[in-house]
């Protein structure tokens, strides 16, 4: 396994469990959708974000020609999933049910 390989995996889960977690919190919005109030911003923020995570891992990906891959490279390339992976949890409050999302956003 070459250097990259090994980089690509690490951002690769880090992705996925930033999708995984924004999907998780989409589907259980949907399930209590009839008791909690709904606001289009922060909609479109999850989209966003999601794109975003989506826009990072195939950027990542471009990233196989680089020769040289030093540490510092790495702390750079892993910066932008981390990032994402926190701005997605804290997107949705630990409890949904009964909440308005405008208050919430705001």
Not at 24 to 38: C, E, M
Not at 44 to 56: E, G, N, R, T
Not at 69 to 78: I, N, Y
């Amino acid at each position: 396994m070459d250097r990259f390989s090994f980089v690509m995996l690490l951002f690769s889960i880090i992705v996925g469990l930033g999708s995984t977690e924004l999907l998780r919190n989409v589907a259980r919005q949907i399930q209590l959708s009839h008791r909690t109030k709904f606001y289009w911003v922060h909609g479109l923020l999850v989209i966003a974000v999601f794109v975003a995570l989506l826009q990072q891992w195939w950027e990542g990906w471009d990233q196989r020609n680089v020769e040289a891959c030093s540490f510092e490279v790495m702390l750079l390339m892993l910066g932008g999933p981390i990032g994402l992976y926190i701005i997605t949890h804290l997107l949705y409050p630990k409890q949904l049910d009964g909440l308005d999302l405008k208050r919430f956003y705001f």
